[in-house]
């Protein structure tokens, strides 16, 4: 009998294959806490989680809530509603530091993103919006288009009216998006509808100080709603329950998603300013699964865990942990060049030239090798960092255990 093909393989000819998804590296069968274990037995530490694991993988209060729930209300069609989405509704309400507010859920990210563009379009009449270049917000045609000034053209047009500015990352970019932003608004005819931007960026880039308290002045000015997107950094990875909370800015709207779900199910979800509900004759967010008993459970009880165990001051904590220990790591193997981010929304930096190699894709890529290697998984932040993001429940032990295969991957990568 003929031996059938690995699952990898499987994959590969089943799947449509894309960029950062298929084919695939490797097939799990099992995830815990901090631990992915692949079909052959391997295990490795997950430093990415598509910064969904803030809780860790399976968590077990999340699978047992969710278990209660199959056996009484798995589904609620759409104009009925149901107490868990109710409440994570009032929940997430009752976090916002911002006006009265109002909610929407999405199925995903890029379907909530889209959600607050339209809120922002109908509440100002315009439709043209400003966004950072080269940042991402999701892969529909109206969040992908965000993203970039000029996505592949095989894609065909996006939506109309998009600007896109020099990203505060950039040499001199916190000036040079200012400047961009403030012509944007004086060259636009219709004027702009919203500005839509990540508060701290999910490559780990932190903004200078007072950046965004003058992007929020510029949209108050203009008469622009200020969105922000939280969906890799919101609820307490940055050390604080909304990272806009890092920035000196409330937005009009922001984002939630990828570990809302609590690493199991996906939800997202819109925040926004109470006074933009005004268009209750349009559809602005009716999805079959808007308010699914299932993923809104899964998300309230996240949120009640993270309250619970107080996993954002323990972001914050473990941050100045990490950060003594990579200084220290790094007096000894310079190969490390340092740490940023805030919370556990951190990158770890490598120095290519100590390495013995030059910076760039290829390095970048022989790092995320090498930490595989290591028993690390993890991405690529940049051509000289990965991805260095901590589930919040982390435990003591576990962070020496992390360090140590950090240290050997330094020893390695400097040899």
Known sequence: MPMRPDLVSRDAAAFFHQEGSSPCHSALRAAQGIWLEDVDGRRFIDLHGNTVHHLGHRHPQIIA????????????????????????????????????????FATGGSDAIEIAVKLARVATARHETISLEGSYHGHGFGSFGLSKAAPDP??????????????????????RMLADMRAAFAQSETGIAAVVAEPI???????????WAEVRDLCHRHGTLLIFDEIPSGLGKTGRFFAFEHVGAVPDAVVLGKALGGGVLPIAA??????????PELDLGHYTHEKNPLTTLAALTAIEIIERDQLVERAALLEQRIRSRVAELARAWPAIRGVRGAGLLLALEFDAEMCGLGPGPGF??????????AGLSTTSKGDSSIGFSLPMTVSDAELDLIFEQVRKLAQALQR
């Open 154 to 175: 095989r894609l065909g047009p996006f939506l109309p009216g998009r600007r896109h500015v020099t990203p505060y990352w950039a040499p001199d970019g916190a000036q």
């Open 201 to 211: 960026r999910s490559n780990c880039h932190m903004p200078p100080d007072g950046l």
């Open 270 to 279: 819109v925040i926004a300013d109470a006074r933009l509900d005004i268009a």
């Open 65 to 104: 809530a969710l278990k209660r729930q199959l056996d009484t209300l798995p589904f609620s069609p759409r104009r009925y509603t149901n107490e868990p989405a109710v409440a994570l509704a009032e929940k997430l309400l009752a976090r916002w530091p911002g006006a009265p507010a109002k909610v929407l």
């Open 364 to 373: 970048a890529a022989d790092l995320v090798r090498a930490c595989m290697e």
